[in-house]
């Protein structure tokens, strides 16, 4: 089994990113991010409704590096304030040396190649620091824009399961790719 310490918190830069711990000053940011019909779209998670919601993610996302548990950063261009996405080893295994990446960005900031950056960044900290074997991704079959971020980045699909998440009254289809350590191009 692996041993997960994210302590210290590492900030990752890439060429034009800076990827950073989430606080409160975040919130607003967040809340944005959370309450977009668009941004979560293809997420089956309640929309976020007040600054309280947004601040409770924060707090979840936290507790989940406070106790080894998972681990995110806000995305934000280099030298701006503001995060643009947040991005992350949601859910590690440590028994199986895998974890589950999750990312989302504000629509009017995708297709400038940031979210790509920002998963190599996340890859990279996932195989060199957590010492990991494989990494995952959950996603919507509709959601073609994850697909092909993901595909660009080395990601093959494992798996199209049918009908196996219930969300408001709906029973969703999930598609799993992954990357495993000895196929990854540094």
Do not use: C
Request: no cysteine; proline share 4%.
């Amino acid at each position: 089994m692996l041993t997960i310490n994210f302590h210290p918190f590492q900030n990752i830069e890439t060429e034009r990113l800076l990827l950073r711990r989430l606080n409160e000053n975040d919130a607003d940011e967040v809340l944005a991010l959370r309450s977009n019909p668009e941004t979560m779209k293809y997420i089956p998670r309640p929309l976020a409704k007040n600054r309280e919601d947004a601040l409770g993610h924060i707090n979840m996302i936290e507790e989940k590096i406070v106790t080894n548990t998972g681990i995110n950063w806000g995305i934000t261009l280099k030298g701006e304030p503001k995060i643009i996405g947040i991005i992350g080893h949601y859910k590690v295994s440590p028994e199986n040396h895998r974890a589950e990446i999750g990312y989302m960005s504000f629509p009017e900031v995708n297709g400038k190649g940031y979210m790509s950056e920002a998963i190599k960044a996340v890859v990279a900290y996932g195989f060199e620091q957590m010492n990991l074997h494989s990494i995952e991704a959950i996603i919507d079959p509709d959601n073609i824009g994850s697909e092909r971020v993901l595909q660009k980045n080395g990601f093959v699909k494992e798996a199209h399961i049918l009908e196996n998440e219930l969300w408001e009254g709906r029973f969703l289809d999930t598609v799993i790719y992954s990357l495993l350590k000895r196929n990854w191009k540094k």
